[in-house]
């Protein structure tokens, strides 16, 4: 049977540098086999401002505890690292990337939950885990939830965006149902993460709310510049090299 492990990770920042100080985990055996990890773990590198200000972890906080390897639920990850098994995070890429600097190589199957809330809930304008959280009314089940599993929910908490998670990703489900019945719905759900999201609308910009394919004839100049300039992820570099492309 296979294993689903939610994480999320709360670090010193965003950098190459940056490193995990706190892991939030799930993982899920069965309905009622629910294994919860809330670890916070130590490192050498200074945490930013600009991450205090999101998480609340100061470096007095983490001063006392081990390392990202020493943890729990980095023994837990890599006792369950096969590919009949998933790995899933909100983002995925981010946090596989966090943990890949710790010595971790991944061999699970993979499902990045805001890639594929981007293919199966188009019309919502942003995807975002705390946009989604209000947007699918997965608040109004959070407090039985968390009551159920011993969790406190706070934004920009690990373990509480998990919990967050866990509750999307049964939204995910239902919605891959409706879209696609008749099918393996968590090898779906891996598929549409290794697909790339033509975006419709620019998310923020000049041209934010306007149609892509409106600007690219527009001002394909602009498109041109933000494929060069800009940190993109993967989903508006790929539509960028799309709309270019003609």
Not at 41 to 53: K, L, Q, R, W
């Amino acid at each position: 049977m296979a294993v689903y492990i939610l994480f999320d990770t709360e670090t010193t920042g965003n950098q190459e540098k940056d490193r995990i100080i706190q892991i939030g985990g799930m993982i899920v055996h069965g309905k009622s086999q629910i294994e919860v990890y809330d670890e916070l773990c130590s490192t050498d590198i200074p945490i930013s401002i600009e991450a205090m200000e999101v998480h609340n972890i100061t470096p007095g906080v983490i001063a006392d505890k081990a390392p990202f390897v020493g943890t729990s639920f980095y023994s837990k990850i890599n006792e369950y690292n096969s590919p009949e098994n998933y790995l899933i995070a909100h983002n995925i890429t981010f946090d596989l990337g966090m943990l890949k600097k710790e010595g971790f190589e991944n061999r699970y199957t993979l499902i990045d939950t805001v890639r594929c809330a981007r293919h199966l809930f188009a019309d919502i304008p942003y995807h975002r885990l705390q946009y989604l959280r209000y947007a699918l009314g997965l608040y109004e089940e959070e407090d039985a939830e968390a009551k159920k599993l011993g969790i406190t929910i706070k934004a920009h908490d690990a373990i509480g965006d998990v919990l967050i998670m866990k509750l999307l990703l049964s939204k995910l489900v239902q919605e891959a149902r409706k879209q696609f019945p008749e099918t393996d719905i968590m090898q779906k759900l891996a598929e549409l993460t290794e697909t790339p999201v033509l975006i419709q609308t620019f998310k923020f910009g000049k041209y934010k709310g306007r149609e892509i394919e409106e600007i690219v004839n527009e001002d394909a100049g602009y498109l041109k510049w933000m494929r060069k300039n800009l940190d993109l992820d993967e989903d508006m570099t790929y539509t960028l090299d799309y709309y270019l492309k003609g």
